[in-house]
């Protein structure tokens, strides 16, 4: 029982800090409010206003008595309530209104026709209270004439109804207008930190976090610098060590290179210089996926003219790249780049065509590589983004690298909010998709 109403309430609260605490701020006035107006309106309104209107329509009788019982005084009739009570009395011989000129939901209107209808009877009296501004019209039949009655507002409903409201209900307004604007200064630190969080677990360095708000949130964003800044250093030092081991080597690598140069024997010289190429190649692959976690800014890209300079950069009649939107997303320029370069260099290493389409939802990008080659086996496709995983461990190591590409493309995709995911494609072949929030 109580799981189905936490339930019900999950989905019916809002979602977000702040207008949650605005409910806890807001509801209580507001049921303050709606308490002391409902007694109010019951307990003195309702019955101030009963009793004003029933003096008023047993006025309304005893004129209608009186003048029955003596109709020649009818001018010091008229002219005394006119003068003492401010009534306007009017009498005469025409056709009773047969269409009725009440509100349904008027309160005034209510208690006056149910006060009508107890001393008058059905079908004897016609009213109507908007007609005028500060006067309500009464006609009552009475025999074979009309007794018509324009009487003060007042004397059928209190005035002092609209003045209880506004006093009630303005302080409440300016209440509730406070608490958002504290409510807004408390919840700003929030969203600045939660900002910060999904820019840094983008691959932004987040250099202009600054704690501000109450004290246990200045602890949180404190901490959560202290953490990106550990963070930081570590994957700096780590690509800044496998740079550096990559860089050391290709000292010795050259050495060898110019001593096998100077050999006699060729054929043992080629063999070497093969695999000297190779293990440079690897250095190579090493050196790019330490890039990965190098410090690059993140700024506005469009895609298509991204995609242009690729398509510029390979010169290749096998690559074909459809776009009809622009789009603009942000992130980090050179590392999108190279991943979208490595896939493609990928499909034309072991396919003959390469098709890319670009695709613009309401709230992401989808980027579709395909080719005709060999393809990725089901099973396999969780693996190849693990650095140094080989899918043929007995193809050319010229062809399959070390193992690092879709690797790199994975953390820089996941790293922009994105995700990639590996299917077959139209042609038989490898099919990547990826996803790229704006």
């Given at each position: 029982m109580f799981s189905g109403f936490n339930r019900i309430l999950k989905i019916i609260l809002p979602k977000r800090l702040f207008y949650r605490a605005l409910i806890i701020v807001a509801a209580p006035t507001i049921l303050l409010q709606l308490i002391v107006t409902i007694v109010f309106y019951d307990s003195i309104w309702i019955?101030?206003?009963?009793?004003?209107?029933?003096?008023?329509?047993?006025?309304?009788?005893?004129?209608?008595?009186?003048?029955?019982?003596?109709?020649?005084?009818?001018?010091?009739?008229?002219d005394s309530y006119k003068n003492n009570f401010n009534f306007e009395i009017g009498i005469n011989q025409n056709e009773f209104p047969?269409?009725?000129g009440e509100r349904k939901f008027s309160p005034m209107d209510r208690s006056l026709r149910r006060e009508l209808k107890s001393t008058f009877g059905n079908n004897n009296y016609w009213f109507n209270t908007s007609k005028f501004k500060n006067a309500v019209e009464i006609k009552i039949k009475s025999e074979?004439?009309?007794?018509?009655?324009?009487?003060?507002k007042e004397m059928v409903s209190a005035s002092s109804i609209r003045l209880f409201v506004l006093w009630t209900t303005l302080p409440s307004i300016v209440l509730i207008v406070i608490a958002l604007i504290f409510l807004k200064n408390q919840t700003r630190p929030l969203v600045k930190l939660a900002k910060a969080a999904e820019r840094f677990g983008k691959g932004d360095y987040v250099n202009d976090f600054r704690p501000s708000g109450a004290q246990e949130i200045r602890k949180a964003a404190y901490e959560f610098d202290r953490m990106a800044k550990r963070i930081n250093r570590h994957l700096n030092q780590r690509s800044e060590m496998l740079s550096g081991i990559s860089h050391d080597l290709r000292t010795p690598l050259t050495r060898l290179k110019l001593q096998l140069a100077m050999l006699t024997q060729k054929d043992l010289s080629k063999k070497m210089s093969s695999d000297i190429d190779e293990m440079e190649k690897m250095l190579n692959d090493y050196l790019q996926f330490s890039k990965t976690q190098s410090q690059e800014s993140t700024s506005e890209i469009n895609l298509s003219d991204l995609f242009n300079q690729i398509e510029d950069g390979f010169d290749n009649k096998n690559l074909e790249i459809f776009h009809n939107d622009k789009i603009i997303l942000k992130g980090r320029p050179a590392a999108l780049k190279r991943s979208f370069e490595n896939i493609i260099q990928n499909g034309l290493t072991y396919g003959k065509k390469v098709l890319v389409s670009l695709q613009k939802s309401s709230n992401r990008t989808l980027i579709t590589f395909e080719d005709n080659g060999p393809g990725i086996p089901?099973?396999?496709?969780?693996?190849?983004?693990?650095?140094?995983?080989?899918?043929?461990?007995?193809?050319?190591?010229?062809?399959?690298?070390?193992?690092?590409?879709?690797?790199?493309?994975?953390?820089?995709?996941?790293?922009?909010?994105?995700?990639?995911?590996l299917g077959k494609s139209k042609f038989d072949g490898l099919q990547v998709k990826i996803f790229l929030p704006f």
């Open positions: 019955k101030a206003n009963k009793n004003t209107t029933r003096s008023l329509v047993a006025q309304l009788k005893t004129i209608e008595e009186v003048y029955q019982n003596d109709k020649k005084n009818l001018d010091f009739f008229t047969k269409i009725s074979n004439e009309v007794i018509e009655f324009l009487v003060p089901e099973d396999q496709r969780k693996n190849v983004f693990k650095p140094f995983f080989r899918l043929d461990k007995s193809r050319s190591l010229n062809k399959s690298g070390v193992g690092l590409g879709l690797a790199i493309v994975e953390d820089i995709i996941n790293s922009h909010g994105g995700s990639i995911q």
